[in-house]
């Protein structure tokens, strides 16, 4: 197998002024890195502290983040997320960071506790840029944080996924939610459950991200652009221009078995971003390559699942190859807090799963997921895995949005171990299924089923992972259909029921849907080439 197959070459990136695809010789990405997943918050934010509190006095610790909270606790204990992260500034550790700037807290985003946490970290010493640089209504949705370590690269890891550094997102498998907690609507309960992962990379594929880092840092461009918004930039100090960061260090050595490619989504805008002048849409083009190659099963656990555009590469799939399972795992409801977002939102994810039961009919399998308490789990991953060969983590959802407008990231990953438990052939072009998206296939799927560690021999196979996730839903669906009679059937998986849209909300919140939350905020539906 090639991972050419699978990846993109420079050329169908489609953005020559990154750097990314000039590191290494023109090759658009990395060979020899490491990677783990972690799934759940809690998991995450422990590994965070860990690998924070080692650092010392000129490491180097770079993030980026839609949202962050200063109180959001990263354990059991009292110590949070603005502490772990000042601690380390006082301590000699270089620390940047570059949060969205959001809107006005007015309009329920996160302008107040991006600029806390920003001015607590100041103080200790750090630098955090409150970044606006983006498209009317556009957010920086870029989660991705960077620890490097001079002269010891065997350190230097790379973080990517979609858990945000804020309240909610510290949740476990128990999915009980994060006692730190927003208001997400009665449906969610007092503490909405929270699903959701990152990737961990070890190897040169930290240096992809440092770099993409560093294209952001060193843009130029104001990082608030509208006059009311730099003037409040102003006020509160927000408006200082990025101090140099040193050069970059050497990638790490090579030291595993997983290639790596870095992938963005950046807006066509003006002022243009100078790494990106006609914007990237390498996530989109990563997409439309790798999951029509699927000839078996694709995983997808997302967020929203809008955007029948978007949506056209997995139909492809499905018609292409007839033995093509797709399961996707989503948040059964939406947190729209009027009836005509609800509507918008939708309206949105009808028409787009109407395209797939279209072209897959009953290999299309769509689940939300509840606790074992009942109450439905906010599903916040954004993971693909195609045939157990490529996969992707990223903050990316599966939307226009978020293939067009808003700044996204994801690394895209293919094993070159491959797996030894089912030597019959998964694809008909000789790739084996490989280690690293087999073992997180199955790990969430132990997940969703109530299964033990390593109680997954029969899920290896993915028609059988398919009938057991059909066959446990159908049970727990029955018992509350049957009001919750006797012992709670073992698993979590719902079946998704399409819910209609009132006619009275029909109309508007379709208007809604193609002027406010389509990403190109115009009110037409968008082409599926537009991102090309």
């Not at 807290?105 to 946490?117: A, F, G, K, Q």
């Not at 440092?210 to 652009?225: C, K, N």
């Not at 101090?243 to 950046?266: A, F, H, I, K």
Request: charged share 30%; hydrophobic share 35%; aromatic share 6%.
């Amino acid at each position: 197998m090639s991972t050419d197959d699978w990846f993109l070459s420079t050329i169908e990136r489609g953005n020559t002024f990154t750097r990314l695809d000039h590191r290494h010789e023109g090759r658009a990405l990395t060979s020899g890195n490491t990677a783990r997943v972690h799934v759940h918050g809690a998991g995450y934010f422990a590994r965070l502290r860990e690998l924070i509190t080692a650092q010392g006095r000129g490491d180097l610790l770079l993030f980026t983040d839609w949202r962050g909270d200063p109180d959001e606790r990263v354990g059991e204990d009292e110590l949070t997320i603005v502490e772990l992260i000042a601690d380390a500034a006082r301590r000699g550790v270089i620390v940047k960071a570059l949060f969205w700037r959001s809107h006005l807290d007015s309009i329920h985003y996160s302008e107040e506790e991006n600029r806390s946490l920003a001015d607590t970290v100041r103080e200790a010493g750090g630098e955090v840029i409150l970044d606006q640089r983006v498209l009317p209504l556009g957010s920086q949705h870029q989660k991705f944080l960077v620890l490097r370590h001079p002269g010891h690269p065997e350190r230097d890891a790379g973080f990517c996924g979609g858990i945000d550094l804020c309240h909610t997102r510290r949740d476990d498998a128990r999915h009980l939610g994060d006692p730190q907690t927003v208001s997400m609507g009665a449906v969610w309960g007092r503490t909405p459950a929270w699903h959701d992962l990152m990737v961990e990379v070890g190897g040169p594929a930290v240096g992809d991200l440092e770099a993409t880092f560093r294209e952001r840092w060193e843009d130029p461009t104001p990082p608030s652009l509208d006059p009311l918004s730099r003037i409040q930039a102003r006020i509160h100090r927000d408006d200082q221009h990025a101090e140099p960061l040193p050069l970059q260090e050497p990638d790490p050595d090579p030291s595993g078995t997983v290639d790596v490619q870095v992938l963005r989504t950046y807006p066509h805008k003006r002022p243009r971003f100078p790494f990106a002048p006609s914007g990237e849409r390498s996530i989109a083009r990563a997409y439309v390559k790798a999951v029509p190659r699927a000839e078996r099963i694709i995983y997808l656990e997302d967020q929203y699942i809008w955007s029948p555009e978007v949506l056209s590469c997995f139909a492809d799939a499905l018609r292409q190859h007839p033995g093509t399972h797709l399961v996707i795992v989503l948040s059964t409801f939406t947190t729209a807090d009027t009836t005509i977002a609800n509507a918008s939102a939708m309206s949105s994810r009808n028409a787009a799963l109407d395209l797939l039961h279209e072209a897959g009919g009953e290999r299309v399998h769509v689940f939300g997921i509840e606790n074992h308490e009942g109450t439905p789990v906010y599903v916040h991953s954004k993971v693909c895995l195609v045939d157990d060969v490529w996969m992707t983590v990223g903050s990316d959802n599966v939307n226009l949005r978020s293939w067009t407008y808003d700044t996204e990231i994801a690394c895209a990953l293919v094993d070159q171990r491959e797996d030894p438990r089912e030597p019959r052939r998964l694809r008909s072009d000789d790739d084996l299924a490989r280690v690293l998206p087999r073992e997180v296939r199955l790990d969430l799927a132990r997940e969703h089923l109530d299964r033990a560690d390593g109680d997954d021999a029969d899920l290896v196979d993915p028609d059988a992972m398919v009938r057991a996730f059909e066959e446990s839903a159908a049970r727990l669906d029955a018992w509350h259909d049957g009001g919750k009679q006797g012992p709670r059937p073992e698993g979590r998986l719902r079946r998704y029921v399409q819910a209609p849209i009132p006619a009275r909300e029909l109309p508007l919140g379709r208007l809604v849907y193609k002027i406010a939350d389509d990403p190109d905020a115009r009110p037409r539906r968008l082409r599926g080439t537009d991102w090309f």
